[in-house]
C-alpha cells in the first residue's frame, strides 16, 4: 500500500502543453496544502522548469499565471527532481537551478518514494 504522505507528480511536458503544467503545479500545490511531501519528476522538455525564469506562461483565460503556481509549491516545499540524462541531452546549464530543484534519476527518485507513494503522471 502508497505511502499516503508522499506524492510524486511525473511531469514529461514543458512549456509546449502549458495546461498539463498547470494542471501538474495545481496538484502538486494541493497536496502540499493537504500536509504531503510532493516530489515532482521532470523528464523531457520539463527539465526547463528547474531553471530560472522559465515557468512563465498563462495555460488558458481564467488559469492562474504558471509562475504564481510555481511559487506557490517552491514555496510550501515541493521539490523538483531533475532528471540528469533529459537535463544534459538538452545541454542545459546545471549550475543554475532553482532553489527546490536537483538533478535526481530513477535511483534517487526510488529513494525519496521509500516505501510508497501516490504518483500522478502529466
Request: charged share 20%.
Amino acid at each position: 500500500m502508497a505511502n499516503n504522505k508522499k506524492v510524486v507528480i511525473n511531469l514529461a511536458t514543458g512549456l509546449e502543453d502549458t495546461e498539463r503544467v498547470t494542471v501538474a503545479f495545481l496538484v502538486g500545490g494541493a497536496a502540499l496544502e493537504q500536509g504531503k511531501q510532493v516530489a515532482m519528476f521532470l523528464t523531457k522538455e520539463a527539465v526547463r522548469l528547474g531553471l530560472p525564469g522559465y515557468a512563465e506562461a498563462v495555460a488558458c483565460d481564467g488559469c492562474p499565471p504558471l509562475s504564481q503556481l510555481f511559487q506557490q509549491y517552491m514555496d510550501g516545499g515541493g521539490e523538483l527532481l531533475v532528471c540528469p540524462i533529459c537535463f544534459k541531452a538538452r545541454k542545459l546549464d546545471e549550475g543554475s537551478f532553482v532553489s527546490n530543484a536537483r538533478l535526481a534519476g530513477a535511483t534517487p527518485l526510488w529513494e525519496w518514494i521509500g516505501e510508497g507513494a501516490t504518483v500522478f503522471s502529466y
